[in-house]
């Protein structure tokens, strides 16, 4: 009794200083809130109507989407360990990708009716941007494990909840999206945070000895790296540069053509380039012929995979896996042709397609495309939150 007094009190308070200052839409006086709470309704009351009464709806293929996350099959591995905690416990679970959709999410009977009226349901959108201050929404931002309880929420339809949200990162460290648990605030208990924790250090696991299987992944759109078993290869950006060219070129290429697309005009001897190459061979297990430049075996690569979805019109699939330019610190001749071939490649797709979707998240990794950010305004619907974010990014790109 006494534990729920306390959270009735803490409540009620937090209840009061919601209603001093998120209508007039900024702090009034001395404040008891915790900085990144109020750090985050002043940016979430930007975008956000706290008046809202559920979250909108992610309008892409969401079962599509879980069926190919790398979340899919730890989650599933652990199912009996989140009916326990869900059903057993009364709370309702969830599991977003990086964007903040959530992808599943399971309850017991009680909790998953309270969680479809907010739309806290596969599809849901939970982002700052979209949801304003919640507990997904600053372990998103926060890559940090996060606490919102009853009306630290900026959105009054969540004021009966209390959410616990831990992130979930992959091998590389990357966040792959977030696990989060609610119930309502008079549940509210301090070991459930322990069990998010536990439970998202279970998936890790898992999601990271599944990773680790032998074998070599080229990553090169927005950053460059090399992975071998599941762990990261040494190279000069040089190295990077000519695997990429050669992913990209499984045909290959003869010493001539090769020596061109990565020095140019540039005067370096011939030697210089065969040194290059037999440092690969020993760098990626000798898989690369000599009489033509070629790959023994495909080399799995992120560009790669865009190119492959471009060819197949598969719009969603490449603006998913569109990162960022190829190796966007070289200036190597063909690495500087492909780059362009790409960009020109998924911004024509995306300035092609009828999904807002799309263009917001290639804008992503544009900021600098008002064709892009202007297209995503044209095709978001009057009262769509994300109109300001297409918005924003718009006003910043007219006036860099």
């Known amino acids: 009794m ?64 879980w069926a190919r996350s790398p979340l899919r099959t730890p989650v599933s591995e652990l199912t009996d360990q ?31 009716r309270r969680a479809e009226q907010v739309n806290f349901a596969p599809g849901g959108r939970w982002d700052e941007a979209h949801m304003g201050t919640n507990a997904l929404s600053l372990a998103l931002r ?14 009054a339809a969540l004021h ?31 070991l459930a945070m322990a069990t998010a924790r536990t439970l998202v250090s279970a998936i890790e696991t898992k999601l990271h000895h599944r990773m680790a ?3 070599v992944r080229l990553t090169c759109l927005g950053t460059g790296r090399l992975t071998r078993d599941g762990a990261p290869v040494r190279l000069r950006p040089r190295h990077l540069e000519i695997l990429a060219l050669l992913a990209l070129e499984p045909e290959g290429y003869t010493h001539e053509r090769l020596h061109f ?15 290059e190459m037999s440092y690969l061979r020993r760098a990626t297990g000798g898989d690369i012929t000599s009489r033509v430049y070629q790959l023994v075996s495909p080399l799995p690569c992120d560009a790669v995979d865009v190119l492959a979805a471009l060819e197949a019109g598969d719009t969603a699939t490449a603006v998913e896996l569109y ?11 063909g690495i500087v042709r492909w780059r362009e071939y790409l960009e020109v490649g998924v911004r024509t797709a995306v300035l092609s397609s009828v999904s807002a979707e799309h ?20 095709l978001l619907p009057a009262g769509d939150g994300r109109r300001a974010l297409a918005a924003a990014r718009l006003h910043s790109a007219l006036h860099d």
């Open 213 to 215: 299987t032998p074998g």
């Open 160 to 190: 009966g909840w209390v959410c616990y949200c831990a992130p979930i990162r992959g091998a590389d460290g990357h966040q792959l999206g977030v696990l989060d648990l609610s119930t309502t605030w008079d549940r509210a208990h301090p």
């Open 82 to 112: 989140l009916r326990g905690v869900t059903e057993d416990a009364g709370y309702v679970a969830a599991i977003t990708d990086e964007s903040g959709t959530i992808l599943w999410s399971h309850g017991g009977p009680v909790m998953r």
């Open 142 to 155: 926060t890559e940090r494990p996060h606490t919102v309880f009853s009306a630290e929420h900026l959105v």
């Open 359 to 378: 263009a917001l998240r290639y804008g992503e990794h544009a900021p600098h495309d008002i064709e892009v950010h202007e297209h995503a305004l044209r």
């Open 2 to 65: 006494a534990q729920r007094r306390s959270l009735a009190q803490q409540r009620a308070a937090l209840e009061q200083e919601w209603s001093r200052w998120v209508p007039a839409g900024t702090p009034q006086g001395d404040s008891a809130l915790r900085s990144e709470v109020a750090q985050s309704w002043l940016r979430s009351l930007r975008t956000v109507d706290p008046a809202c009464d559920h979250a909108p709806h992610d309008e892409a293929d969401v079962a599509a989407r």
């Open 261 to 275: 697309a990565v020095y140019g005009d540039r005067p370096v001897g011939a030697s210089t380039l065969k040194s």
């Open 323 to 333: 990162r960022g330019p190829l190796l966007p610190d070289s200036d190597t001749p």
